[in-house]
Structures are given as structure tokens and as C-alpha cells.
């Protein structure tokens, strides 16, 4: 009997994966990890914690629990803050996820005796035989990870940094599954959270915004928002607190909707960030942020191909992937869409080949 260890979050989707992975034979463990919440946003950890402990009494399973504040602090929240004060978005699901989930979590739990550790995600750990002969130097059997059967749910984007030896211990329940499907799982289960609505946004935000947040730790200055001619047009809260290709969220001087006449804001959107001079472009065409290629730093490879690689790529969680020709010159990777693309700076970039997550890196600065 293989011993499992679920990160139960106090949410439907691992509840789900604990109570199949029993149904299947498996020695289940519940684990709760308590992250890092900031004082002035309204504590939920405890309730989270309690509706895990409810899914464990309910199931019969072993509940334990993790303290992995400190972690969370330091690799997924202070990473994000000095991003965002470079005038970068970063992407704190797939910190998260590599650093915490599948790092000291993982870790904690195979040193206490987990063969394996599952968590609730959306995507497939599989054994894959490449097939293409020109996108991979491999030779036998190795570890993928591949996108979730539901579309609309699919996490494998979050999940591109983890490597073949992680993927060798993890499973993924609800890779297979549909959410409509897990929800009835769960209520025909009589599962304690069969009704909880989904988590929004980042976990320890709560219902405050990511700017309101960031200004807690960044000293963000008014400034100048320009159009594409360089002529001042309103004014901004922050340059750090914007990401390329956002409708503005600025106060605008005077600007007449140009075909109605009308007193009402033309929509604008943010395609150029300085922080340094501290002020933003915006343009009325949202493509104007787009940009043929894109550098990619921190690159990571599930299997790394051949190069160079023709693939399909997204730079946003549910994006319609795009294709791209991915190069390598001395250790420096450059991606080239098909099409011009819109990719903030500090997202991640993630290829895939059909179903199958090459891997990906992070949006370079020009």
C-alpha cells in the first residue's frame, strides 16, 4: 500500500483527490499548509484549516499540518513585491506552486514517509515516449506533465517548473476529471465543503487588490500617463502598480470619446512602463503593447528539445495559445511569435507540444 500525502486546502478539488486516492487503495494522509497572511488583510487561514480537518474527519483519514509562513514570506510574496517594483507582473501561482507545494511541502512530506504527494491541480503526471524525433534528444521512458481534460480548469501553466524526479512522486486526481464532475463527486460523497465556492485570486489577498497590497510595501509617487505622441494626458497612482496591456486605471485630464462626441473616458490601455521616470504609455488600440518576440530569462525544461523549436505558447493563464519559434544562442533563449503578442514582463511563458508542457521561463525586460 503506497502512502499519499494530500495538501488539503479546505476546497473542493483536493477533498475530491483525498477521497478517490482512498477509494483506490491508497494509506492517505491529509496536510494542511499554513502560508503567510498579512496583518491588515482579514485572517481565513483558520476556517481553510478547519474545513481540511472536516474533509479528514470525514474521510478517516490522518490530518497534519505545516507551517510554511516563513517560506511563503520569503519566496513567494517578497519575490513578488520586488518585481512589481522593477515595473514587472510577476506570476506568484507558479512561485508558489515550485517553491512551497511541490518544494518544502514536498519535500517535508516524502522525509515523513510519503511515496507520493497529491494535491487538487487541474493537469496529468504521465510516463511519455516522445514521438517527434526533432523536438526531443531522449532516449527510453521519462516523466511529462500534460494539460487538465478540462479546458476551462487546466493548471498545467502554474505547474511548468517542476522537473521529471518531482512529477516520478506526484499525483494529480483531478487531471481527468471535469469540475462539474468533481462537484457532484463531491456532493454525492457528502463531502463537508461540496458546496465551497472557488478560491479567486491569490490566496492571501483576501478581498483586497493587488495594488492597495503593493502599496503597503512599495512607496509608489504619482505621475504622468502619456499617449503615443508623448503628450501628458492624466495622471497615475504608481508606474510599479500597472501591467502592459491593462485598460488604464488612471485619472484622465480631458478625453472626448473621439466618434461620439460624447463626455464619457475612450477606453486606453497600458502599452509602455518606466519606473524609473515614472510614468505610463497608454493608446486607445490595446495591440499597440504587442510585440513580435520576446527575451526569456530562467528558462526551465521539463525534457529540453532540439532547438530550434516550433510550439505553441501562452504568456497568460487561459489565453488562447499562440505559436511561437523558440532559439538558443549561447544559453540565451528568444521567443518569436507567429503573430505579434502582448507579453508583460515577469509573466511566464510556457510551451507546449499539443497536450504535452515542454516547460518555460519568465518574460524578459527589453
Request: net charge positive; proline share 5%; glycine share 8%.
Amino acid at each position: 500500500m503506497q502512502t499519499v500525502y494530500v495538501g488539503l486546502s479546505g476546497g473542493v478539488d483536493s477533498a475530491v483527490s483525498a477521497a478517490l486516492l482512498k477509494e483506490r487503495g491508497h494509506n492517505v494522509v491529509g496536510a494542511f499548509i499554513k502560508i503567510w497572511r498579512p496583518e491588515f488583510i482579514e485572517c481565513t487561514w483558520k476556517e481553510d484549516r478547519l474545513d481540511a480537518m472536516r474533509v479528514a474527519v470525514a474521510l478517516g483519514i490522518p490530518f497534519l499540518e505545516i507551517d510554511l509562513s516563513e517560506e511563503y514570506k520569503k519566496e513567494v510574496v517578497d519575490s513578488m513585491v520586488a518585481d512589481y517594483a522593477k515595473g514587472i507582473t510577476p506570476n506568484p501561482d507558479v512561485l508558489c506552486n515550485r517553491h512551497i507545494k511541490f518544494g518544502s511541502f514536498f519535500t517535508w512530506a516524502r522525509e515523513s514517509g510519503a511515496d507520493f504527494v497529491a494535491t487538487g491541480h487541474y493537469a496529468r503526471s504521465t510516463n511519455v515516449r516522445p514521438t517527434r524525433s526533432n523536438m526531443f534528444d531522449l532516449v527510453g521512458r521519462t516523466c511529462g506533465l500534460l494539460r487538465g481534460k478540462d479546458p476551462q480548469k487546466d493548471q498545467s501553466y502554474f505547474l511548468h517548473r517542476l522537473n521529471a524526479e518531482d512529477l516520478a512522486h506526484i499525483m494529480f486526481p483531478m487531471g481527468d476529471m471535469q469540475k462539474s464532475d468533481v462537484r457532484d463527486l463531491a456532493g454525492r460523497r457528502r463531502l463537508p465543503v461540496a458546496k465551497r465556492p472557488d478560491s479567486q485570486g491569490l490566496c492571501f489577498l483576501g478581498d483586497v487588490s493587488i495594488p492597495e497590497f503593493l502599496s503597503r510595501f512599495i512607496k509608489v509617487t504619482p505621475g504622468d500617463v502619456v499617449d503615443m505622441r508623448g503628450a501628458v494626458v492624466g495622471k497615475h497612482d504608481g508606474a510599479a502598480l500597472y501591467t502592459i496591456g491593462q485598460r488604464h486605471g488612471f485619472t484622465p485630464y480631458h478625453f472626448l470619446h473621439q466618434k461620439s462626441g460624447k463626455g464619457f473616458t475612450a477606453p486606453l490601455y497600458v502599452v509602455a512602463i518606466d519606473t524609473k521616470a515614472n510614468t505610463i504609455r497608454v493608446s486607445p488600440n490595446r495591440e499597440d503593447a504587442a510585440v513580435k518576440k520576446v527575451n526569456i530569462r530562467d528558462m526551465h525544461w521539463l525534457q529540453k528539445p532540439t532547438l530550434p523549436l516550433t510550439a505553441l505558447a501562452q504568456t497568460r493563464y487561459r489565453e488562447t495559445p499562440v505559436e511561437v519559434s523558440v532559439i538558443e544562442e549561447n544559453g540565451a533563449y528568444t521567443a518569436h511569435f507567429k503573430a505579434p503578442h502582448i507579453a508583460a514582463p515577469g509573466q511566464s511563458i510556457v510551451l507546449y507540444a499539443g497536450e504535452q508542457c515542454l516547460g518555460g521561463g519568465i518574460v524578459a525586460l527589453q
